[in-house]
């Protein structure tokens, strides 16, 4: 049975970095029409991608109350939700997106400190 070290830890982490700084990312945010709430999170999440991922990412923001059939089948229960389809995993963010750094963690482009 091997074991891993933190070196290989971190070693494995650096390559995924690097790969995921390749790959193209797949969001979806819903909101729910042009709230305050709703407003803030586009510009968070615009602010962080093109911070991080500038040409690197596809944004799609659907409106939940003009495309509710999209929102279930995403099984959206809140707004604004941001799901990362691509790369793998799929995650999902509630909220405004304010925590820019909970957000690069969870989009896997900064190490979880």
Do not use: W
């Amino acid at each position: 049975m091997k074991r891993t070290t933190q070196k290989d830890s971190v070693a494995e982490f650096e390559k995924d970095l690097k790969r995921s700084a390749k790959e193209k990312y797949i969001l979806r945010l819903y909101v729910t029409g042009m709230t305050a709430k709703s407003k803030h999170a586009i510009q968070n999440l615009k602010t962080v991608c093109e911070e991080h991922l500038k040409g690197r990412y596809d944004l799609e923001v659907i409106d939940i109350y003009r495309n509710p059939v999209l929102a279930k089948g995403d099984q959206i229960i809140a707004t604004p939700t941001l799901i990362k389809k691509l790369p793998v995993p799929i995650r999902r963010f509630i909220g405004d997106l304010s925590e820019a750094k909970k957000i690069l963690v969870g989009l896997d482009l900064r190490e979880k400190s």
